[in-house]
């Protein structure tokens, strides 16, 4: 089993940054892929960015390329989310999950409880 924590949410203006920490206890999550997810008030969650177990590999929504930064550290069983330029509409719950078949799949193995962002306009 793989516990996730997210941590780093908060209330920030906009155009301000957050950088967003994940967690991971129980074993380690080396060999999985990681996404940062997030869900609005009313809205479906959706993925935000994705890096692949090494940390060679990344992928973001087009909402947030430029701005947003997954990355990584194995060592500490670790994962990233920086976010800078942010906007209003960044506002959500972000959560991080683990995926040991990879981000084309859907399938996510372990989800953490989320941690909400709120940007003021």
Not at 16 to 41: D, H, K, N
Not at 58 to 73: E, L, N, P, Q
Request: glycine share 14%.
């Amino acid at each position: 089993q793989v516990q996730l924590v997210e941590s780093g949410g908060g209330l920030v203006q906009a155009g301000g940054s957050l950088r967003l920490s994940c967690a991971a206890s129980g074993r380690t999550v080396g060999a999985y892929g990681m996404g940062w997810f997030r869900q609005a008030p009313g809205k479906e969650r959706e993925l935000v960015a994705y890096i692949n177990w090494s940390g060679s590999s990344t992928y973001y929504a087009d909402s947030v390329k430029g701005r947003f930064t997954i990355s990584r550290d194995n060592a500490k069983n670790t994962v990233y989310l920086q976010m800078n330029s942010l906007k209003p509409e960044d506002t959500a719950d972000y959560y991080c999950a683990a995926t040991i078949s990879g981000h084309r799949t859907g399938k996510y193995d372990y989800w953490g409880q989320g941690t909400q962002v709120t940007v003021s306009s």
